[in-house]
């Protein structure tokens, strides 16, 4: 009929809603991915388009009909919608994989949470074991036995829309002990890893002697009582390691850490929050980003830390270091000290060994209870500097304030402090009768304090000599004495 517009044909985009309507029930119910699936076989769209436009060239009645195979305004804008609404779900995935504590994930929302418990076969195993533990989501607590076998127990968690899917979800999944090589590994059995739906929170027990390698992608780990070296991979959530007779290396994406009472060396990389390590036999070595407060105390071969802010080296830490918002403290290490940062305060006490710190925007304070014995090299800017000794110790001394004052409760002859008209201070010599350290100090606008901790004690006070009689008085004393012995 003339003047009636051509009508665009609803095939094509009635085959694009049931492809997408497939592709994201497959992501919500069987965690499929969307973005491998539009990377690999997006062209099919243009395939499928193609074919159609050909069918609609040479049906019968609307080859000659003009404009019969082009796309009407409605698919066009139908399309772009469904496309950015992939793009949407493939955008959350993609921070999913970089920010792993963030559970987004359509296909959870309004769903409910169900337990069952989870039972496994235990399984014969050498006492000295390796074990590998390969987990989605839940938590894991591994604990050390007497044993020489692999005892799994624990709770299914199950998301659903209702008990009778979660009851179906519940009797295929589980957890199956197989050996793989001269292994034996703990491994999901009758689901994907990456199901969201499906969490397990397991209780392990292992011999004592097993080496053990825990890999997880969301869940606290805990682990105890184990006499071999203990290796962690957890993409989000804590881990706690205490008491291991041998080396402990965990690598972490994001949460908490905290390992005590290890008789090996102890490597933490990644990235988190807090980290803390009490009483380890061997070092510490911490690689990466780690925003919130640091602490080690008692680690007898010291702390390795490297970031992108701060690269720190204590030989020895018989005492407490902790680095936290702004401020780093050190107390009692026996060893050599390197400290390079920025934009932090640093606080000293009780070095034992070589120090150097180079600092920016930050105060540095030093403080010695006993007389230093090794150099001193402290470089800042922007900020000051304290150094405490007591008045007892020997050093030879560098010290020059830019655009800034020197004060020193430290003076003699030995000692020589010069000023500039353009407000630059130096402070050179020796102080002491001993042969002490190399002291070298230097920063800019801020000042350069050097105090004594103690004073010198004061000589003792000589006897009191009592005064000598007065002649009469000894005079009465002796008729007095001899009067007694004749009444006597």
Known sequence: MAGIPPRGSGIFSGLVLIIMGVLFLLHNYRGYELRGVLLH????????WGVIKLYERTMPGRAQEAGAARLSGGEILLILGLLALMGIVISVDAVKHKIPDMDLDFGSFGRNSFNYD???????????????????????????????????????NVRSWNESEAQRLSESASVEIVQNGDAYEIRPKGFDIGDTRVGMDLDIDVPAKATLNVVS???????????????????NGNVEVRNIGGDVSIDIHRGDVKVSDVKGDVKISGKGGEIETVNASGGLTLDGEFHGPIRADKVAKGVRFVSGRSDL??????????????????????????????????SIENAGGKMKVDNRDGNINVRFSTAPKEDIELNDSNATISLSMPGTSSFEIV?????CEIDSDFSGDGLKKTSTESGDSHLEGKYGTKRGPKIILKTSY????????????APPSPPRVPAPPEPGAATTSSVTESLSRQAA
């Open 41 to 48: 076989w997006w062209p099919l769209i243009l395939i499928f």
């Open 118 to 156: 989870l039972e496994v076969e235990p399984k014969k195993v050498p006492a000295n074991a390796r074990i590998n533990i390969r987990a989605g989501r839940g938590d894991i607590n591994v604990r050390a036995s007497d044993s020489a076998q692999i005892r799994v127990s624990g709770k299914k």
């Open 217 to 235: 992608r969301k869940g606290n780990i805990s682990i105890s009582d184990m006499s071999s070296p203990v290796t962690v991979s957890n993409q």
């Open 313 to 346: 080296t204590i030989t020895q830490l018989s005492g407490h270091m902790e680095l936290s918002s702004g401020n780093l403290e050190i107390t009692d290490a026996p060893g050599n000290l390197f400290v390079r940062t920025n934009r932090y305060d640093v």
């Open 399 to 403: 010290a020059d304030c830019h655009s």
């Open 446 to 457: 801020g000042t350069i304090s050097l105090h004594k901790t103690s004073s010198e004690a």
